[in-house]
């Protein structure tokens, strides 16, 4: 199954390559202007998906009933819920119709999706990683503290910001490298690293 335009779209941005669409997009000697689409989307591995309303608690081991079992065996992952309710379990114990696994977080009666470990289902959970960081990047409350604080007798003095502001660019470069290294595709930070070293700088200063 192919991944969703959203995330398409999604990984594009995260990886430097902006969200014009293919009508619009002119010629590049870099070859990667299709790969999402053409690539990407229909080969990355996929896994089997099922969804299940057991209740959870937070903390706790529970046996789950899924709608089907496929895929789910013994000491296998599983992506439990999405987005910040995501998270990744081991399988401790299954049956024909059940798993058994330890939850850190809690997830309603109402329904949750459940996905085996692949390709796609990590791809969504570095997604919504990668969104939690480039919103705390981009927050204005660092650039109001970014910039020279004071000099004096020759010591400069920094707002903290400007530190903030650099380990939080890391964070998300590192985020979008796993994301390159998931996909096949590279990411434009790396190609073209001053791009990478402006961004950081605007976000310093």
């Known amino acids: 199954m192919s991944l969703a335009t959203a995330e398409i779209e999604s990984v594009r941005f995260h990886l ?7 009508g619009a997009l002119p ?3 870099d070859g990667y202007w299709s790969i999402f689409d053409d690539i990407v989307s229909p080969y990355l591995g996929t896994g089997t998906e099922t969804s299940s309303t057991t209740t959870i608690s937070a903390g706790s081991t529970i046996t789950v009933t899924p709608a089907s079992m496929t895929g789910i065996a013994v000491y296998g992952q599983l992506v439990v819920d999405v987005a910040e309710q995501a998270e990744v379990v081991t399988v401790k114990a299954a049956t024909s119709t059940t798993f058994t696994a330890y939850f850190a977080k809690a997830h309603a009666a109402t329904g949750y999706p459940i996905a085996t470990m ?3 289902a990590r791809l969504r959970i570095l997604l919504h990683e990668a969104d939690l960081a480039w919103r705390s990047m981009t927050d204005i409350g660092i650039a109001k503290t970014a910039g020279l604080k004071s000099i004096d007798k020759q010591d400069v003095v920094w707002f903290e910001g400007r530190r903030v502001s650099r380990e939080r ?9 796993s994301i390159s290294s998931l996909v096949r595709v590279p990411s434009r930070y790396d190609a073209y690293p001053g791009n990478a070293a402006r961004m950081v700088m605007m976000e310093a200063y």
Request: charged share 20%.
């Open 118 to 120: 692949s390709g796609k």
């Open 27 to 29: 010629y590049t000697d």
């Open 169 to 177: 660019f890391e964070h998300y470069r590192a985020i979008s490298c």
């Open 16 to 22: 430097g390559y902006g969200n014009v669409s293919n």
